[in-house]
């Protein structure tokens, strides 16, 4: 069973559009991650999420917006696409938001933005 | 802010051993991990080591942390063609991780 999982895999959209990516979690861990991963291969975190509420936001246009319906899902929210959001989106979770906590990703959402 | 740097490039031929080197700089990290990505994949965690630990192996993997010189390394045995892959180093600083920008590493037969 994947232990986190993302979909979809590959997004192709116009600029100026709105998409979503999904993530889920079925490790019943209490907090989880976005992250951008950059054209090189850089990793950054985007957003943290713990019990549903918002403990990390990293400097990060506000047209990204991480909805979490419940512990187990954290979905990453982008409207008005610019080229520059072309990246790889890994989600990830962890039990607790305390620094000795291992977080586990997600397969990893690759977006192109045309 | 916290800052984790590693070389880029690593080519070692098949049965040899492989080195990847990451320093930081945030004295309080007291978790350091290295993550494996193989093309078009995820992260996945290969192991960690708590900052009051020197060494720690598993398997073919050897960590060594030497905290005074905020440098950490990873240590590969008998590396096989299917460990090419992006070595990710990566530190915590409070809940979140802070990550290298990656190395590369390529097994030639």
């Known amino acids: 069973d994947t232990a986190v999982s993302q979909t979809p895999k590959y997004l192709v959209t116009q600029m100026g559009n709105d998409k979503s990516i999904k993530c889920e979690q079925n490790?019943?861990?209490?907090?989880m991650y976005w992250y951008k991963q950059d054209s090189k291969k850089f990793l950054k975190i985007m957003f943290s999420?713990?019990?549903?509420?918002?403990?990390i936001n990293e400097t990060v246009p506000n047209r990204f917006s991480p909805k979490s319906p419940d512990k187990a899902h954290l979905n990453l929210h982008i409207n008005s696409l610019e080229l520059g959001d072309s990246a790889v989106y890994f989600c990830?979770?962890?039990?607790?938001?305390?620094?000795?906590?291992?977080?586990?990703f997600g397969p990893g959402t690759r977006l192109t933005v045309l | 802010g916290e800052d984790v740097e590693q070389s880029l490039f690593l080519s070692v031929r098949e049965g040899d051993s492989s080195v990847i080197n990451c320093t930081y700089t945030?004295?309080?990290?007291?978790?350091l991990y290295w993550y494996k990505q193989e093309p078009g994949a995820g992260l996945q965690l290969l192991t960690y080591i708590f900052s009051n630990m020197d060494m720690k192996q598993d398997q073919r993997l050897t960590v060594l942390l030497n905290k005074k010189d905020k440098h950490l390394s990873l240590r590969i045995a008998d590396t096989q063609t299917g460990d090419s892959a992006i070595y990710f180093c990566?530190?915590?600083?409070?809940?979140?991780?802070?990550f290298g920008k990656g190395t590369m590493l390529l097994v030639s037969p």
């Open positions: 945030d004295s309080s990290s007291t978790y």
């Open positions: 990566a530190e915590t600083g409070y809940s979140t991780l802070t």
């Open positions: 999420y713990n019990n549903k509420e918002l403990i």
């Open positions: 490790l019943g861990h209490d907090t």
């Open positions: 990830a979770s962890s039990q607790e938001s305390v620094q000795a906590d291992t977080q586990y």
